[in-house]
């Protein structure tokens, strides 16, 4: 194809929708942001995760941060209306009560305990286990995949064999014995265990893009100048799989919120007094016929986390990687 | 090929090797097995018991001699006895079933139905279908599943069961089934504004008209499809082989095959009762074996030299299509006597059989069914949602490719494009994800087993955990770990056959 | 072939047949298209692909079309071929033999693609299907527009193979593509573009992704089988060499419309439109001085989304003025010699010059 000399006022970018036919410029980054802003899940999904993270942040606080709600999670108390949530946002005109929180919006459990700041501490919870595991995870992954990637030979021979180690081990498995050894160390203690068992779907995908991104011309430049290995990797191939890591990050804490929640729920997770969504859905569950909120409100979290991540997920693909119709000519 | 899959397999083996070490160092710390004994007060009885658990585990030998142990034992069949001395392999043998029919169905249903859906959203790429199932699969893709199976079990077996004391369809509900199954017929349909409306309109009124007068008498309560209904199925059945092998025409020679191959079937449906009454296993899948050879010849002989291929396909499936309706009408005929077995509760929700079940072979299978559906479900769900994205972005990956155009350039009709050059390219990827897939839904099947209080695999293995017992968790890791090696070989294996390109390396 | 040009990169074609060898032209029109038009909606506004194209082609004529990326030459081809994605608004009219392709019902148009009309790609490496066998990807041609056995497909497509010059076909048709090396797989597809003897072949930068010593090879024998099968060719390029050894006459395509159309003697000779004459002027020649420099237009070609008034290309132009230039489009328009056409203002000033390339050579010294 003819090159043609681009002028920065009129440069074709290479990367968008339709090439070589004079589009304005943008910076890569400029690009990205735009695909992602466009995306309307990748919007909803920052806004919803944005909210659950300051509600349950500032409700009930964490550590120097005070909170606003009255309320704290541990103490018991007497049962308003059979422990029903007093939450209402149905308007009176349409038989509901008005929009109100009330005494105990999420409702009480059998003790007496509010259940709203029960279930905000747990989103406490799952929401630090879940980004710990997720960076431990990306950080295992991307180290194990670009090496294997980059080095052919014994190292990827060696690396590919553990990670097939690790995937034939069943990752509920895996992940239940260590947090059982885990014990009570605490949420970080489990957060980081986790992420050493999670990190294999990471390495897979980060191999498969440095592999791709080795036989690049600009890798191949940079190897015939004699750069050391060391510096590719860090210089030239990690910042082009920057997409893909961000991508597998997301990914990475939406397996991991539900992951901790199932391990919790089986009594493998998080252990007493500290709690977690799935550590409250397992505690409650037989309340389900008598006391059907118990069961719903942390459910209803887990699921907006998991689907807020996996939309900002499949929106920051969409931007990094766009596979849109291309008009060739 | 074949040096491929030796070498494959050998290097599997040793990688199963290592991980059962890692296995077992990690199951031999989990947790302290004396726990129990050291309840007890201090004393004789106290010693004694810590003294008899030692013995019997190897407690005072370092956790290598102990793997080692294990592993020569475990390669002679034997795989130790658990804290209490309980054999593990009794345990093992009780529980695989289970747990295997459970794992099975939920991965070949979500394989068959994931990709369907996928493909079928590929296709309609941005329409209101498509948009349904991306959106549908990002909510599984985030459901967890011990919640949904916990909401399965507390409401849909229960309304469900309550239901069917007086299977009547309210008609609003009648109204929205009718909506969805409209709604989704319109969006098959490859044309203009007016055909997909039209589509609709029909299938609204078809579907309301029949759920009505199936509500109205009573078939829920005693279901079956009768000689009259399995004939029409089987014969639209034959028209939609034959349109989707070679194109719809009435006259072509496959049309005529898949016409023989189901009328075939009808009258063996009438003539085979006295076998059908209470056949077993061997039984049915014989007839399978004799229904797909006997449409084989339809076809081939039908074929002709011209259509041959096309012809054999159509009658094939036609006929297997013909023998799966004439099974479930077997099926629905025993549900009323079923019911009535299980006191008008058919649905389960807890277990995985009714202990003790005497009856005929449908009888059976309905119990099976009945304790299977909605743990399969709640299984299902996730994987389903796995499988239907990753075919929708294969197919989407593969229909932009320059072979696809070639394919269009060539004249092809849009079914051939599809179904001869996108689909076997589109697949080919799906054969790494189920191997993924296998050890997801194992881990998966652990919580499902809880929460519908199986005692199979999952059970073995919490308790394992919690005991700090490490013989049932190996057992555990034999099976979950085996079956994650083998699909991963099976999926190479496949993968080398689809793909002419890895043959050679 | 008289051109004082020589070609670009080698590819022109050697000893064996050329366009001179093979048979002339009938009078029969086989393709006419007029006014076609292409647009795309994108997030950046409508792209104009193509504005308003008219050429014809007869009977065993190649017609060159010539212009670089973006100008609507490929785009304006798969609008033969009914092939531009869903979202493609299609205006104007392609006429086969007198039957307008753009009214024509899908199944009619279907039945002629690969039939009458076939085409062959630009990269052969990635327009097989991987994971069929060439014999079958061939035997399909046949068996979608022919009641014939599956035996007889093969037979032909042995045939075709043989013709194309792939040595021992009949093995061959059990081999996949990746078994083939780039130029037998563009054989493979000449063989199936001409297995159902079309009328038409077009040839979408058919050599671009081959070595320069195969690219000679395969333009012979596109010509080869152009008589075979009695076919016209459609050879879109943007590699003059090419065209200047393989057509009778060229169209130069730039932002999406036609600016010249001539018999390809005259056009190379006497360029009378200033992109043509740059593009020209911008080959290297080999019997050039050691310290003359080569040529580029400058610039880059305007955006198809905000296509400004005026000639697209006046903002490269030598040539241009503020006036007419800046502020009407020009038109396709007779010039000096027969049946050559050019879309410039100012044509009549490179008439007036012996070698119209030099405007362009003045231009780069001054702009350096």
């Not at chain 1, 941060?65 to 209306?81: A, E, Q, Y």
């Not at chain 1, 510096?231 to 990475?252: C, D, E, F, Q, Y």
């Not at chain 3, 050559?340 to 050579?361: E, G, I, K, M, N």
């Amino acid at each position: 194809m003819r090159r043609t000399r681009t002028k920065p006022a009129q440069a074709p970018s290479g990367t968008d929708a339709v090439q070589g036919m004079g589009v304005r410029t943008r910076t890569q980054g400029q690009l990205v942001l735009r695909r992602f802003i466009r995306h309307k899940g990748a919007v909803a999904g920052m806004i919803g995760l944005g909210a659950i993270v300051l509600l349950a942040v500032t409700s009930i606080g964490a550590g120097p941060i005070p909170g606003w709600w009255p309320k704290d999670f541990s103490s018991t108390g007497t049962l308003v209306d059979g422990g029903k949530p007093t939450l209402s946002l149905l308007p009176g005109f349409l038989g509901g009560s008005g929009l109100q929180i009330g005494e105990h919006p999420f409702g009480q459990d059998n003790v007496g305990r509010d259940y709203f700041a029960l279930t905000m501490r747990g989103t406490q919870v799952s929401l630090v286990i879940a980004f710990i595991v997720g960076i431990v995870a990306t950080f295992v992954g991307t180290l194990v995949g670009a090496v294997a990637g980059y080095f052919r030979g014994k190292s990827e021979a060696a690396l590919m064999r553990l990670t097939d180690l690790v995937i034939t081990i069943p990752t509920l498995l895996f992940a239940g014995m260590v947090a059982v050894m885990a014990g009570d160390r605490g949420i970080v203690v489990l957060g980081l265990v986790l992420g050493l068992v999670t990190w294999t779907p990471t390495a897979r995908l980060i191999r498969g893009e440095v592999l791709s991104i080795r036989e690049k011309e600009f890798v191949i430049a940079a190897r015939s100048f004699g750069t050391s290995a060391r510096r590719i990797i860090v210089k030239h191939i990690l910042p082009n799989t920057v997409g893909i890591i961000i991508v597998s990050v997301t990914l990475a804490i939406a397996s991991a919120i539900i992951l901790e929640s199932a391990l919790s729920f089986l009594g493998l997770g998080v252990q007493p007094p500290d709690t977690s969504l799935g550590r409250i859905i397992s505690d409650y569950q037989n309340a389900l016929t008598v006391r059907p909120w118990l069961f719903y409100w942390p459910g209803l979290f887990i699921i907006g986390i998991v689907l807020s991540v996996n939309f900002i997920g499949d929106g920051l693909r969409d931007a990094f990687d766009p596979r849109q119709n291309r008009v060739r000519d | 090929m074949l040096a491929f899959i030796a070498r494959r397999l050998f290097v599997s083996a040793l990688v199963f090797l290592a991980a059962t070490a890692v296995v077992f160092v990690m199951a031999a710390n989990v947790g302290d097995p004396l726990a129990e004994a050291r309840q007890l007060p201090s004393g004789q009885a106290q010693e004694a018991a810590i003294a008899e658990i030692t013995e019997r585990m190897n407690l005072d030998e370092p956790v290598f001699v102990r793997y080692f142990r294990w592993l020569g034992s475990a390669l002679t069949g034997d795989l130790g006895v658990n804290v209490t001395g309980q054999s593990v392999n009794a345990m093992l043998e009780n529980a695989v079933g289970a747990t295997l029919q459970l794992v099975l169905a939920a991965t070949v249903l979500s394989i068959v139905v994931g990709i369907t859906i996928g493909v079928i959203s590929a296709l309609r790429q941005y329409s209101g279908l498509d948009l349904s199932v991306t959106f549908a699969a990002f909510l599984f893709y985030s459901l967890p599943l011990f919640w949904v199976a916990t909401l399965l079990k507390q409401f849909v077996a229960i309304d469900l069961n309550n239901w069917l004391a007086d299977p009547k369809l309210a008609l609003w509900v009648i109204g929205l089934i009718a909506l969805f199954v409209a709604l989704f017929c319109a969006a098959l349909v490859v044309g203009d504004r007016r055909s997909r409306v039209t589509t609709f309109v029909v299938a609204f009124v078809a579907m309301c008209a029949l759920l009505w007068a199936l509500s109205e008498t009573g078939w829920f309560a005693d279901p079956g499809l009768g000689i009259f209904v399995i004939s029409l199925t089987a014969v639209a059945g034959a028209i939609g082989f034959t349109t989707l092998f070679s194109g719809l025409d009435w006259h072509s020679p496959p049309m005529r095959a898949a016409m023989a191959a189901a009328i075939a079937g009808i009258a063996s449906a009438l003539l085979l009762d006295p076998v059908l009454r209470d056949p077993n296993l061997a039984t049915i899948a014989l007839l399978a074996v004799i229904t797909a050879g006997v449409c084989f010849a339809i076809g081939w002989l039908l074929g002709g030299e011209l259509y041959r291929r096309s012809a054999v396909q159509s009658a094939v499936f036609t006929g297997l299509f013909t023998g799966a309706v004439i099974f479930t009408d077997r099926l629905l005929q025993s549900f009323a006597s079923y019911s009535d077995m299980k006191g008008g509760r058919p649905v389960s929700t807890i277990g995985s059989g009714t202990p003790n079940f005497q009856g005929t072979f449908w009888q059976s299978g309905l119990d099976s069914v009945g304790h299977l559906a909605l743990p399969t479900l709640a299984l299902m769900l996730i994987s389903l949602a796995t499988y239907t994205r990753y075919t929708r972005a294969s197919m989407l990956e593969v229909m932009n490719q320059d072979y696809v155009r070639t394919a269009r350039a060539k004249g092809l009709p849009e079914r051939a494009v599809v179904t001869r050059h996108s689909l076997r390219n589109g697949l080919i990827p799906i054969t790494t994800l189920t191997a993924y897939d296998i050890g997801t839904v194992m881990g998966g099947a652990v919580v499902t087993e809880t929460v519908f209080g199986w005692r199979a695999m999952g059970r073995m293995l919490l308790d394992g955990i919690n005991q700090g017992d490490p013989m049932p968790i190996m057992a555990f890791f034999l099976v979950a770990g085996g079956a994650i090696v083998a699909f991963n070989m099976l999926a190479d294996i496949a993968y080398g056959f689809l793909d002419p390109r890895i043959r050679l390396s | 072939m008289s051109t004082n040009l020589e070609p670009a990169n080698g590819s022109r074609v050697h000893a064996g047949k050329t366009l001179a060898d093979s048979l002339p032209p009938s009078d029969e029109e086989i393709l006419r298209v007029e006014d076609l038009t292409v647009e795309f909606p994108t997030d950046d506004g409508m792209v104009h692909a193509v504005r308003g194209v008219d050429y014809s082609v007869r009977e065993r004529e190649v017609l060159g079309i010539v212009g670089e990326s973006g100008s609507g030459k490929s785009v304006s081809s798969m609008a033969i071929m009914g092939l531009l994605p869903g979202n493609a608004r299609v205006r104007g009219s392609i006429r086969y033999r007198g039957k307008d392709l753009l009214r024509m019902r899908e199944k009619e148009h279907r039945s002629l693609r690969g039939e009458k009309i076939a085409m062959i790609f630009q990269d052969p490496m990635t327009s097989l299907n991987p994971v069929q066998t060439i014999g079958d990807q061939l035997a399909e041609a046949v068996l979608s527009h022919h009641l014939v056995s599956r035996k007889q497909a093969l037979t032909r497509a042995k045939e075709m193979l043989d013709l194309v010059g792939i040595p021992r076909p009949e093995a061959r048709l059990k081999s996949y593509p990746h078994e083939f090396s780039g130029g037998m797989r563009q054989r493979v597809m000449i063989a199936m573009a001409i297995i159902n003897d079309p009328d038409l072949i077009i040839a979408d930068e058919p050599t671009t992704a081959l070595d320069v010593t195969v690219q000679a090879q395969i333009l012979e024998k596109l010509l080869e089988v152009k008589d075979e099968v009695n076919a016209a060719i459609l050879m879109i390029t943007h590699d003059l060499g090419v065209i200047a050894g393989m057509a009778h006459r060229v169209l130069v395509m730039y932002a999406g419309r036609p600016v010249e159309i001539g018999n390809v003697d005259v056009v190379f000779n006497q360029p009378r439109m200033p992109y043509m004459a740059g593009l020209l002027g911008s080959l290297p020649h080999l019997d050039a001085t050691e310290h003359e420099r080569l040529r580029p237009i400058v610039g880059t070609p305007p955006s198809l989304i905000n296509v400004p008034p005026g000639c697209p290309f006046s903002p490269r132009c030598p040539l241009a003025d503020d006036s007419a230039c800046v502020t009407t489009e020009p038109e396709l328009a007779p010039t000096d010699a027969d049946e050559h056409y050019a879309a410039c203002h100012h044509w009549s000033r490179l008439a007036q010059v012996d070698d119209p390339t030099a405007y362009f050579r003045a231009e780069s010294e001054r702009s350096r």
